[in-house]
């Protein structure tokens, strides 16, 4: 495999201090420096060398794992290198052996083991996530050449991208047996990584053609080229990571509100099996009715709206849906529901607090809302789901 500097590997998303703004910062491994690099999320700007040393050697696949730490596959050091989330400070070599050769992406699983890309024996390695130590083969067959990008699905299956194949390979999440090809075609060519991004769609790094592509998550329909350009060079193995923030759990389910704006505010729901979350939001329109409006039930300036959507770590983004027509308490008329009406992420800092992101492009409507839970009794048990 001819490798050269491999330009995006991994977006860490973390929050700035200020209650209001959200700093992003982007890791990229340097392939042929050996190191990795971090740059601003916002402005591209170089800040530093975050982490390198520890015999790593050809970086290619990060993840950021709940433990706060960095793990970092070495390609010519067939090696999985573990450092430290916050400082980039070398710990250990977490793992390797157990045929593990030209490492690539690696991925925790459900079960905390850490899944591994292995390019020259087309397979797919699980060792202990807590020790390091090898456990088996988990995948391989099915046509696979090459495995070098993977992720779990929203559905728990393992998706394998085959460098040498084009194509995006599916096999059971607990068995590893090989299912179906799950994407072909559509201009792919090299997959060098893929990710289920937090909008629930499928992104893939095409090595060969410089560009990054998504694909419908659910029909698999190609939707677009989603990024290339700006001197991108053979991308590789791009992964949203949460390294500050709470992970998200129903230890968030509750109503949250903004103390500058009583009489508004919204209900969380997450549905942690899903990997999903709904919300109610209660608010008011953007201008007050004038006097002579009255309404039968309420006051006429009430609004509301529902999102739901896909979450990742510590971020949802989820679709806004209108509902409107209907009469209290009545099936007749039957209310007409409006997808796509806008989007709503929401990003947890901690068990108190969160900030939600709007935009409704049809209105020209977007900004920011801080929020706090309404009553505290569920932030100890939020606290104690987090670090499970």
């Known amino acids: 495999m001819n490798m050269k500097t491999i330009i995006i590997s991994t977006l860490l998303t973390t929050l700035a ?10 890791l990229v491994s340097s392939f042929d420096g050996d190191e990795i690099l971090r740059y601003d999320g916002l402005t591209g700007d170089f800040i530093d060398v975050f982490a390198s040393g520890g015999g790593l050697n050809g970086p290619l696949g990060m993840v950021c794992h709940t433990d706060g730490n960095l793990y970092v596959g070495g390609f010519n050091s067939d090696q999985v290198h573990r450092f430290d989330g916050r400082t980039g400070e070398f710990i250990d070599v977490f793992a390797s052996g157990g045929g593990l050769s030209e490492t690539e992406d690696l991925q925790f699983g459900s079960d905390g083991h850490l899944y591994v890309a292995s390019f020259s024996n087309d397979q797919v390695i699980r060792y202990d996530g807590t020790t390091g130590a090898f456990i088996d083969v988990f995948a391989s067959g099915g046509g696979l050449n090459g495995p070098a990008g993977m992720q779990f699905g929203p559905d728990g299956n393992l998706y394998v991208g085959g460098f040498n194949s084009n194509q995006v390979h599916r096999f059971d999440g607990a068995t590893g047996e090989f299912i179906d090809i799950f994407a072909s075609g559509s201009g792919l060519d090299g997959i060098e990584g893929i990710l289920f991004g937090p909008d629930g769609n499928l992104y893939v790094a095409n090595f060969r053609t410089d560009t990054v592509l998504r694909f419908n998550g659910t029909t698999v329909a190609f939707m677009e080229v989603f990024a290339s350009g700006g001197g991108l060079n053979v991308p590789a193995n791009p992964v949203f990571c949460t390294t500050s923030g709470v992970r998200i759990t129903a230890g968030m389910n509750d109503a949250w509100f903004n103390a500058a704006t009583a009489g508004q505010g919204l209900f969380v729901t997450v549905f942690p099996d899903l990997r999903a979350m709904f919300i109610a939001m209660f608010t008011y329109d953007t201008e007050r009715p004038p006097a002579n409006v009255t309404a039968v039930l309420g006051e006429p300036g009430h609004r509301w709206f529902t999102a739901f959507g896909p979450f990742l770590g510590y971020v949802a983004i989820l679709d806004v849906e209108l509902t409107e027509g209907g009469i209290f308490n009545s099936a007749s008329p039957s ?20 900030i939600l992101s709007y935009e409704f492009p049809m209105l020209g409507l977007s900004g920011e809302i801080p929020m706090t839970r309404i009553a505290g009794d569920n932030i100890a048990r939020c606290e104690q789901l987090a670090v499970q």
């Open 17 to 26: 201090i200020a209650p209001n703004a959200i700093a992003l910062e982007l």
């Open 335 to 354: 209310p007409v529901q409006t997808p796509n009406y806008g989007t709503v992420t929401v990003i947890f800092i901690d068990c108190n607090a969160l």
